[in-house]
């Protein structure tokens, strides 16, 4: 292997996924998180995003139509992450999954972040999160990242609302 290092700026753009029901799938990922339907293909697939990007998000039938949901113990996507531009932007988020008496299947403090955690109707697992400011980053005496999972104090985030 060599010693190359991916540029810095480099992002992930996209996440595609195989969904059983194109409608539900749109109806959580766009009438319940907010994504927006940048377009369709037929009623097979449809591509979403915030913002008006081409799509931060693909959605599609085209091997997985009706299809029950993958097993949970078997190798594939652990779970999309949707970040948040602020923790008011996520206390929002939060407060619209429990007026739309949604499951959250977990939440947690990563001292880096804060994330809420759930599955989409095909149950393909979904964080929700929003990123401390690195300089709020704890860290080791060696100076890296000292992640670590605490319970997320849900009333202390629904009080940025």
Not at 42 to 56: P, R, V
Not at 104 to 131: F, M, Q
Request: glycine fraction near 6%; include cysteine.
């Amino acid at each position: 292997m060599s010693s190359y290092i991916i540029p810095a700026q480099t992002r992930i753009g996209h996440v595609h996924l195989k969904v059983s029901d194109l409608d539900r799938a749109l109806a959580f990922y766009c009438d319940l998180l907010g994504f927006s339907l940048i377009t369709t293909y037929g009623k097979e697939a449809a591509f979403i995003s915030a913002g008006g990007y081409h799509h931060h998000i693909g959605l599609n039938t085209w091997y997985s139509k009706d299809a029950p949901p993958a097993p949970v113990r078997a190798a594939g996507l652990f779970h999309t992450a949707i970040l948040y531009p602020t923790r008011r932007d996520l206390a929002v988020a939060l407060q619209r999954l429990i007026e739309a008496k949604y499951p959250i299947t977990g939440a947690s403090d990563h001292g880096v972040s804060e994330a809420l955690y759930l599955n989409d109707p095909d149950r393909n697992g979904v964080e929700l999160y929003w990123d401390r400011p690195m300089d709020q980053w704890p860290r080791k005496p060696d100076g890296s990242i000292d992640m670590y999972t605490h319970s997320l104090d849900l009333e202390d985030l629904l009080s940025e609302i």
